[in-house]
């Protein structure tokens, strides 16, 4: 069965730091990858998509970057965190005609 | 501009009635659509996805239409249960299914 892994759970980070989180998939393969935040009492945001190794889409131009070194690690990055990156961090992947499945997620606090 | 219009208020209904969530887009010509349920503090479960072509989708109490002449979907629970509350959201793709883009939710109670 598939199933995704995302860490950490919750985070706490001083403005100006640096950001790294993980998200990984096993039980498929070539699955499309998704990292989405959600500001409190909103909506999904996209914010960066995978159809491959190597490939990224950017949805939001913003101080964070994605990549995707292997097939099933998708890795979320900044190099310096701002207040208003603050929120629910949540990976996903899809097959085609199948819907999203969705990590637990990262509740991330600048400070 | 690109809309995903979902009700704010939260939609509070009595247990056994039937509980009907709409979705209304604008500036969107989507193949697929989907209805996902969150709970508070965990990632959205996908719940069902219907095509462009099809009009109405069931699964056990839940029940989907999309209706691409008005732009709107409706997400129907019927025989609604306390444990049905929660958050729903309606989610579009774009670019053949490569990527979704989601509504903000309506938050269904269903008191006993």
């Known amino acids: 069965s598939q199933t995704i892994h995302q860490w950490p759970a919750t985070l706490v980070q001083p403005v100006g730091s640096p950001l790294s989180l993980e998200c990984t998939v096993e039980g498929t393969s070539n699955p499309n990858l998704y990292w989405y935040r959600q500001a409190a009492g909103r909506g999904l945001q996209l914010l960066f998509y995978?159809?491959?190794?190597?490939?990224i889409s950017s949805e939001v131009p913003q101080n964070l970057s994605a990549s995707r070194p292997q097939d099933r690690q998708f890795i979320l990055s900044s190099k310096k965190l701002l207040l208003s990156d603050s929120g629910f961090y949540l990976c996903?992947?899809?097959?085609?005609?199948?819907?999203?499945?969705f990590g637990s997620g990262t509740r991330l606090t600048v400070v | 501009s690109q809309k995903i219009e979902q009700n704010s208020e939260a939609l509070n209904i009595q247990e056994g009635k039937t509980a009907t969530l709409t979705c209304n887009y604008t500036n969107y010509s989507p193949a697929y659509l989907q209805w996902y349920r969150q709970d508070p503090g965990r990632g959205p479960v996908f719940l069902l996805l219907?095509?462009?072509?099809?009009k109405e989708k069931r699964k056990e109490r839940l029940k989907v239409t999309f209706d691409t002449t008005l732009k709107q979907s409706l997400f129907h629970i019927t025989a609604s249960q306390p444990a049905d509350s929660a958050t729903y959201l309606c989610a579009l793709d774009s670019d053949n299914f490569n990527k979704f883009y989601f509504g903000s939710g309506t938050k269904l109670n269903v008191k006993p």
């Open positions: 219907i095509r462009e072509n099809e």
């Open positions: 995978s159809v491959g190794i190597g490939q």
């Open positions: 996903a992947w899809s097959v085609k005609g199948l819907g999203y499945t």
